[in-house]
């Protein structure tokens, strides 16, 4: 892993992931986040680089519903760096799935559980992956656009 005094500039590091990437990356800014917008197939291993990189926090994850699609959200920092990615990933609406990355950032333990728990989204190789908020025995995800109030 890259020592604090090796982390990339975002620059660098957005240029390196395009190019591994290539179609499958798409790269924008905010005016306070670089973008990285990534299939979900690639997720995983972009944000292995990024760990790699020297971004060693994640800082939060959720995810938007859109209706026909969710899109999932990381912002992930380098602590010692001063320096912030988001990334983005499509997920389709009637089967939401993608990898858990808890393997790679402890704190997105609990927050993959409350996205699960809230929208319904699937994380795979989440170590415990049950509600956190709701009881158990719950069957929907109060935060999608289609649950209905009884």
Known sequence: MLGV?????NTQVITMVKSKFAEAIEASNDGFYDILT???TELYTLCEILKEAGFNYLANLTAVDYTDKFVMVYHIHSI?????IM???ELEHDNPT???VVNIWK???WQEREVYDLLGINFTNHPNLIRILL????????????????
Not at 80 to 84: K, V
Request: no cysteine.
């Open 87 to 89: 990334v983005k990933t």
């Open 38 to 40: 990534i299939d979900k």
């Open 98 to 100: 993608v990898d858990s």
């Open 5 to 9: 005094e090796n982390v990339m500039p």
């Open 80 to 84: 010692p760096d001063n320096q912030r």
């Open 135 to 150: 009881p158990y025995d719950f069957t929907e995800h109060p935060l999608r656009k289609d649950f209905k109030l009884k």
């Open 107 to 109: 704190t997105a333990d």
